[in-house]
């Protein structure tokens, strides 16, 4: 795989672990299952950069989103 899928699929599991979290905190429950979620998010994110010749920069983030779709899509 490469690595703008691994950023893809991060940025997708730590975006939907949020709400989850904010969840489990205002029903005063521990958000186990939603942290773990959001660790390997921010794990997939940071592998991604890290890996990346050059890592990536905030401008272009959009970008590969769109591209990573673009390439599964069709």
């Known amino acids: 795989m490469d690595y703008d899928l691994y950023l893809v699929i991060g940025l997708i599991v730590a975006v939907f672990s949020v709400p989850a979290v904010v969840s ?3 029903d005063n429950r521990t958000p186990r299952v ?21 890592g990536y920069s905030i401008d272009q983030v959009p970008d590969v989103v769109v591209k990573v779709i673009a390439k599964y899509v069709n």
Not at 38 to 52: E, F, H, T
């Open 24 to 26: 489990a905190i205002s």
């Open 34 to 54: 939603a942290a773990i979620a959001l660790i390997a998010g921010g794990a997939l994110v940071a592998y991604a950069a890290s890996q990346k010749p050059g």
